[in-house]
């Protein structure tokens, strides 16, 4: 019985759950997509608006 009180112990002491664990991986792979987006267009941004088309193709048309 003793042997019984512990393992009851402690099962009911243990803390297995991960429901929220793939909600939190997927958030975290959502942030580092957007910090990945956010860095490229920080960095492709100002060449982007200088290059030629944002100038000559209005001035076309």
Same mark, same amino acid.
């Given at each position: 019985?003793?042997?019984?009180?512990?393992?009851?112990? *402690?099962?009911?002491?243990?803390?297995?759950?991960?429901?929220?664990?793939?909600?939190?991986?997927?958030? /975290?792979?959502? &942030? $580092?997509?957007?910090?990945?987006?956010? *860095?490229?267009?920080?960095?492709?941004?100002?060449?982007?608006?200088?290059?030629?088309?944002?100038?000559? /193709?209005?001035? &076309? $048309?």
């Amino acid at each position: 019985m003793k042997r019984f009180a512990t393992w009851l112990g *402690a099962r009911v002491g243990r803390t297995d759950d991960e429901t929220g664990q793939g909600l939190a991986e997927y958030a /975290l792979i959502l &942030a $580092l997509i957007a910090l990945a987006c956010v *860095a490229a267009l920080v960095t492709l941004g100002q060449a982007i608006a200088n290059s030629p088309g944002f100038s000559v /193709l209005p001035g &076309a $048309l």
